[in-house]
């Protein structure tokens, strides 16, 4: 074959492979194209195109022809493993005498007297991005010396075979990206994105109502029936909706808890209130009997898809301010008025951090043998220029939603340290102050860090910090949070579990956290003088606590008549109005100056 004759050829096989994008459908008759062409143009009765399996034990035939095409031998890399290892580290295997050449007599005489009593072979390994994936095979019962020519394009063919691939694994990708992109990889339904095309395209032709639905208490159900509950029960649901669905109906899927359910607002309330009734049926989850319910947040105002289902939103949040469970919220335009008062107050909080607006309030923490001050807890307060001093309650369940908690909490910790390191300089040496750890920030990712290079830089001990984090935190069985309580607690933090008694009262897992501390929740306290099951729930506590080496602190302490009591119970430190009300730094420096306490 000379040069002109060999572009020629080559330029055929592109041609071939190129003029169209080839589907997984039209593969296998365009690989059958191209091996009669190859067995043309190379002078050789059988041309054939092997591909490996995944786990690559086996050559499977995509294609094999000598005349006519035939598919699905297949040859086991146990019976060839000197071939199946040549295939990875070659280019071109070119073989004029095949009952001669030592690297293919396993192949000798079985594989090639079964073939056509084959004399001479050109095989070419097909390479793609991930390796090797087969061999393309051009064998002849005629004796040939191949030259140059044959093998670069016996080279060329496999190229373009690999191409062939290549453009299929694309298509596939890019339709499983598009699949993706437009459709909840979970239920099948379509997500946001198809929500807005689709709904865009219906409220043209009808009076769009759009309904944004929560599964009631879905976290709940999946802790009672297992982690592996979750994404069956949701499953469950989007099939039993789905076929539900009238004529011009449309449902998507917004996140784990959450469809979006599009109509036409004629006769919306009888059809919310079948859909509701229909979809409450028990199914079975892990044999067990499923009851859901939901709440429907209704919007048939705004003039956009995405108008439309913001209002929805708005209303079903609104309506869960009120229910949890089953409820059926219309938007109104005062909803819309108060969510923007919502947001302004975000924006507010994030402009008051920056502006100084919040300032620490410490309150005391005496012991109840010595009466002396053990540390403080710091509490954070809001000074709005424009409200005034405000509430922790009112502010930080908003801070804590939002996600403002995490700067806002690093400022508290930030400031605490600093306070710290201020008693020590005026002689309170073994002072130290609690903060409170929301659960959003205890388990984001900068927290460490953020405390343990404060404490180096205000040259404060880490055993002078406590951390109070809620007892729903505390008993998660997560191991994020376990692995965040060790990494402390090596590190000389103290810990203490605030409100104790008002969460899971899981008190067996507290031999396995390694917290120093528990706060009694100032409910407890306050009937602990009115009430002997109040008593007794505390002395409970103070008695486990003991048993496990902990100490115990009682908040909310507001008379003698409790202290005594608690002393008696043998609680080891308090705090409380009894003793002194949280209050600001420049006015605790002075309490404690003229501080003095007589048990």
């Not at 690999?162 to 990889?185: G, M, N, R, V």
């Not at 659960?439 to 055993?463: A, G, Y």
């Amino acid at each position: 074959m000379n040069h002109s004759l060999f572009r020629i050829q080559q330029q055929r096989l592109f041609q071939l492979a190129k003029a169209k994008r080839i589907s997984a459908l039209e593969l296998q008759s365009t690989v059958e194209q191209l091996c009669e062409a190859m067995s043309e143009m190379i002078q050789c009765e059988r041309v054939s195109v092997w591909i490996f399996d995944q786990e690559r034990p086996a050559l499977t035939a995509v294609n094999i022809f000598n005349g006519s095409h035939s598919k699905g031998a297949v040859l086991h890399k146990e019976d060839f493993p000197a071939y199946f290892s040549l295939l990875q580290g070659t280019r071109v295997l070119s073989i004029c005498d095949v009952s001669t050449d030592q690297r293919v007599e396993e192949l000798y005489p079985h594989y090639f007297r079964e073939a056509g009593n084959i004399k001479s072979m050109i095989d070419a390994p097909i390479v793609m991005a991930n390796g090797v994936i087969g061999v393309i095979c051009c064998e002849t019962s005629k004796q040939i010396e191949w030259g140059k020519l044959d093998e670069s394009l016996a080279g060329s063919f496999a190229d373009l075979i690999a191409f062939l691939f290549d453009s299929i694994q694309q298509q596939e990708l890019e339709q499983k990206l598009e699949h993706l992109a437009y459709y909840d990889p979970l239920t099948g339904l379509p997500n946001l994105n198809l929500f807005y095309k689709e709904a865009a395209h219906r409220m043209e032709r009808l009076s769009p109502c759009v309904c944004y639905i929560e599964i009631d208490q879905l976290h709940q159900m999946i802790d009672a029936l297992g982690y592996d509950s979750g994404d069956l029960i949701v499953k469950k649901i989007a099939d039993r909706f789905s076929r539900l669905l009238k004529e011009g109906e449309f449902l998507a899927k917004a996140d784990q808890a959450h469809f979006i359910f599009f109509t036409d607002r004629k006769n919306i309330e009888e059809r919310i209130h079948q859909i509701q009734f229909l979809l409450t049926t028990p199914f079975k989850v892990n044999n067990f009997d499923v009851a859901a319910s939901f709440s429907f947040g209704i919007s048939q105002t705004g003039c956009s898809a995405k108008e439309l289902l913001q209002t929805a939103q708005i209303a079903l949040n609104k309506g869960k301010e009120k229910t949890s469970r089953n409820g059926l919220t219309y938007f109104t335009g005062e909803m819309k008025d108060s969510s923007r008062d919502h947001f302004e107050i975000e924006m507010n909080l994030r402009k008051g951090l920056e502006l100084n607006q919040f300032i620490l309030y410490y309150q005391p923490q005496i012991n109840t043998s010595s009466g002396e001050i053990t540390g403080f807890e710091a509490l954070v307060r809001w000074n709005h220029p424009e409200i005034g001093l405000v509430a922790p309650d009112v502010f930080i369940p908003l801070a804590e939603s939002t996600g403002f908690i995490v700067p806002l909490g690093e400022w508290i910790i930030e400031e605490s340290i600093q306070k710290i390191s201020e008693l020590q300089r005026t002689g309170m040496k073994d002072a130290m102050i609690s903060v409170n750890i929301s659960p959003r920030q205890f388990i984001h990712e900068n927290l460490p860090d953020m405390i343990l290079r404060t404490l180096k830089l205000h040259e404060v001990s880490p055993d002078k910090l406590c951390l109070e984090i809620t007892e729903s935190v505390a008993m998660e069985e997560n191991s994020l949070v376990i692995e965040r309580l060790n990494l402390f607690s090596k590190k000389g933090i103290r810990l203490s579990i605030d409100d104790f008694g008002t969460g899971f009262s899981a008190f067996v897992y507290l031999q396995d956290y390694p917290v120093n501390e528990i706060k009694v929740d100032r409910e407890f306290i306050r009937l602990l003088t009115k009430n002997k099951k109040s008593e007794a729930l505390v002395k409970t506590i103070i008695d486990l606590a003991e048993n496990l080496e902990l100490s115990v602190i009682a908040e909310g302490v507001e008379s003698f008549e409790q202290l005594t009591l608690l002393k008696s119970l043998g609680c080891d430190c308090f705090q409380g109005y009894l003793i002194g009300r949280p209050m600001p730094a420049e006015e605790l420096d002075e309490w404690v100056r003229e501080f003095s306490f007589d048990l």
